[in-house]
């Protein structure tokens, strides 16, 4: 069965530190790959999605991804967090069903 | 822009009441999801339907139905609620052909079960 680990449960940073989250999936077929974010009252949005092409993804708000395959990883990484990047964080993965599985979540807090 | 839009924000209903809460989606998507958001569980599939009146069993559909009489509305439905289903309920929806694309979430329903 497919699963999705997420290491760190709760992450805090000061402005402007680095930000990475790390994202492991168990399958071992061709997988999509996604990092959805959950703002402080706000619904679920869509951070990156990787398919196919160039492993290193780039989505909103300075956000990115590299998918290493050989590690089954997908970590999300910040050059420099913002307070407004206070959120949880959801890895999730999809194989060959329209399934998507999720992993725990990770909450970030950042402090100014 | 997809919007997919759920009854109510927050619910609180007693032990054994049969509870409904909808879901709509206006972008004509095949596919739609029903989760559930639980501290340190993250989400995970109660249901999901591929058409109208078709549904197949996520990963906890235990204590949950839904119907899917329409093509825009995915109801889940408790039918004698209990006090460990309060949680955050959370629909999506999906084009049949995936593409590139991805699920789109609701805002979810906060359900409180006394």
């Known amino acids: 069965a497919q699963s999705v680990s997420q290491h760190n449960h709760h992450v805090i940073l000061s402005e402007a530190a680095s930000l990475e989250l790390g994202c492991n999936y168990s399958?071992?077929?061709?997988?999509?790959l996604f990092w959805y974010v959950q703002y402080p009252g706000q619904h679920l949005q869509l951070l990156l999605k990787?398919?196919?092409?160039?492993?290193l993804v780039k989505g909103i708000k300075g956000f990115e991804a590299e998918f290493i395959k050989s590690k089954f990883s997908f970590n999300l990484r910040k050059p420099s967090v913002q307070w407004s990047d206070t959120a949880e964080y959801f890895c999730?993965?999809?194989?060959?069903?329209?399934?998507?599985?999720f992993g725990t979540g990770t909450r970030l807090q950042v402090f100014p | 822009d997809v919007k997919v839009t759920q009854s109510s924000r927050y619910l609180v209903k007693r032990t054994g009441e049969k509870v409904f809460l909808e879901c709509v989606q206006d972008?004509?998507?095949?596919?739609m999801f029903w989760y559930r958001q639980d501290p340190g569980l993250g989400l995970r599939l109660i249901y999901f339907?591929?058409?109208?009146?078709?549904?197949e069993k996520g990963d906890i559909p235990e204590g949950y139905s839904v119907s899917r009489e329409k093509k825009e509305r995915f109801s889940l439905i408790l039918e004698s609620a209990s006090t460990n289903q309060t949680s955050m309920y959370l629909c999506?929806?999906?084009?049949?052909?995936?593409?590139?694309?991805?699920?789109?979430f609701g805002p979810g329903t906060r359900l409180t079960v006394l």
């Open positions: 999506a929806s999906r084009p049949r052909d995936r593409g590139t694309d991805t699920q789109y």
């Open positions: 399958y071992g077929g061709t997988v999509n």
């Open positions: 990787y398919f196919s092409g160039d492993p």
């Open positions: 999730a993965v999809e194989g060959n069903t329209d399934k998507l599985i």
């Open positions: 972008m004509d998507h095949e596919n």
């Open positions: 339907s591929y058409d109208v009146k078709m549904k």
